[in-house]
C-alpha cells in the first residue's frame, strides 16, 4: 500500500482532499486522515506539491521514426526514463513512414516491455500506409486477439502517404469499430495529417454522411498549416476529436493554438496534446544549408500544458485536461487520465512552479528530479 500525503490533488479538478491511498496499483481512497492498521505502508509526503493525475501521450514512435536519409538516420527507441522524466505514465505507440524496418512485431515488444518496466503502454497497429500491415491478418483481428492494440494508424493528406480513398478510409472504419466492440475498446483510426491542400475533406464528408462514425476518427498534427488548423477547427465543433502536436512543424505553438481553438467556439474537452516524440525532424539551415535529421523531442506536452498556464490562457485543472482525461476519453482508457476511487495510481507531482517534482506509475515512484 502507498498513501500520499500533503498534497494540493487536481483529479484534474482541484478536490478538497489532501491524501490518497493506493494499492495494487489502484487508488483506494482519497480523504484526508487516511489510516491503516495492520499492513504496511509506503508513505510519500509530497509537502503540499500538486498531485495530479500521470500524463497520457497518445503519439510516441517508442522505437524510433524511420530513417527518411538512409540507414545511419534511423531514429532510436524510446526508453522508460524519458518518458516519465516528462510525467508520461501512459504511452500509445506507433509507427510512422517506415512499416518495413520499424515493423509491428519490434513495436509490441516495445511496448510489452515499457509495461514490465512499470509505465502503461498501448499501441496502434498498421502504420502510414495502404495496404494496411497487421499481426493477425486484419485490423479487426489485431485489436480482438492483441492485448495492446487499441486502434489503427493511417496517414492523409501527406506527399508520403498511400492517398487513401474515402472508401479505404471507410472500410478501415469498419476494421476499427468490429475490433473495438468485440473486444470492448472501442477503437480509433489515428490519422496523420500532412501539409497538402486536401487537408480532412475526406473526413468531413464521412462524417457528414455517417455522424455516428465520428468518434471513431482520431485525426492528429492538426496545426501543421492554418489552413489544416481551421478545417480542423470545423470537425471538433462537429463533436470530433482534434489532436494538437506539442512539437513538430506548426504554424503556431500548440497553446496558442488551444486558444485560437477556444475563441472559435471548441469545447476544451475535443482537444488533446502529444508529443509526436522520436519522431524523425528534419531541419534545413537557411544560411548553410546544412539538413540535419533528429528525435522529436518528448518534453513538448509539458511545456505546452504551462504555457497554458503561465500565459493566462487556462487555469491548471483546466489545462491538465489536455494530458489526462481528454486522452483517456479518446483512446477509451476508462481507468487513465483521472484521481478517482478505482483509477490506476497514475500521478505527476507539481511544484509550486510548475516543474515536475516526482511521477508514480500504479504507485510506484518511476522519476524523481
Same mark, same amino acid.
Given at each position: ?18 491524501? =490518497? ?6 487508488? $483506494? ?5 487516511? %489510516?491503516?492498521? +495492520? #499492513? &504496511? ?69 516495445? =511496448? ?6 512499470? $509505465? ?5 497497429? %498498421?502504420?502510414? +500506409? #495502404? &495496404? ?69 475533406? =475526406? ?167
Amino acid at each position: 500500500m502507498e498513501l500520499f500525503k500533503h498534497c494540493k490533488i487536481y483529479a484534474p479538478e482541484q478536490l478538497p482532499e489532501t491524501q =490518497v491511498l493506493t494499492a495494487n496499483g489502484k487508488i $483506494l481512497a482519497i480523504g484526508d486522515n487516511l %489510516s491503516v492498521t +495492520g #499492513l &504496511p505502508v509506503e508513505e510519500f509526503d509530497l509537502e503540499g506539491r500538486y498531485l495530479c493525475p500521470g500524463f497520457i501521450d497518445q503519439h510516441v514512435h517508442v522505437t524510433g521514426g524511420g530513417g527518411q536519409f538512409g540507414f545511419a538516420s534511423l531514429i532510436p527507441e524510446v526508453t522508460k526514463d524519458e518518458l516519465a522524466a516528462t510525467g508520461t505514465t501512459t504511452v500509445v505507440g506507433l509507427l510512422g513512414t517506415d512499416g518495413f524496418v520499424k515493423d509491428l512485431p519490434t513495436l509490441y515488444a516495445k =511496448v510489452k516491455a515499457l509495461d514490465e518496466q512499470g $509505465l502503461s503502454a498501448y499501441m496502434l497497429t %498498421s502504420y502510414y +500506409g #495502404l &495496404p494496411e500491415k497487421t499481426l493477425m491478418g486484419s485490423v479487426a483481428e489485431d485489436l480482438i486477439y492483441i492485448d495492446k492494440v487499441i486502434g489503427c494508424k493511417l496517414a492523409l493528406s501527406d506527399d508520403r502517404s498511400s492517398f487513401p480513398t474515402e472508401l479505404e478510409i471507410l472500410r478501415l472504419i469498419n476494421q476499427v469499430r468490429l475490433g473495438g466492440f468485440t473486444s470492448g475498446k472501442h477503437g480509433i483510426l489515428h490519422i496523420h495529417l500532412g501539409n497538402l491542400k486536401t487537408r480532412i475533406d =475526406v473526413l468531413h464528408n464521412i462524417v457528414d454522411q455517417y455522424p455516428s462514425l465520428i468518434s471513431y476518427l482520431s485525426p492528429t498534427h492538426c496545426i501543421r498549416t492554418r489552413d489544416l488548423f481551421d478545417t480542423c477547427v470545423e470537425f471538433a465543433k462537429k463533436g470530433g476529436m482534434i489532436d494538437l502536436s506539442a512539437g513538430g512543424t506548426r504554424f503556431t505553438e500548440a497553446h496558442k493554438a488551444v486558444g485560437m481553438a477556444l475563441e472559435a467556439g471548441v469545447p476544451l474537452a475535443k482537444m488533446t496534446f502529444s508529443s509526436d516524440g522520436h519522431g524523425g525532424v528534419r531541419r534545413e539551415d537557411p544560411v548553410t544549408g546544412t539538413v540535419t535529421y533528429t528525435p522529436a523531442p518528448l518534453t513538448c506536452n509539458f511545456k505546452e500544458m504551462v504555457a497554458l498556464v503561465t500565459d493566462g490562457i487556462l487555469p491548471l485543472e483546466s489545462a491538465l485536461t489536455l494530458l489526462t482525461c481528454n486522452p483517456a476519453r479518446n483512446l477509451s482508457l476508462k481507468t487513465k487520465g483521472r484521481i478517482a476511487v478505482g483509477c490506476d495510481a497514475d500521478f505527476v507531482a507539481l511544484d509550486d512552479n510548475l516543474s515536475i517534482h516526482s511521477v508514480y506509475a500504479r504507485g510506484k515512484k518511476v522519476y524523481e528530479s
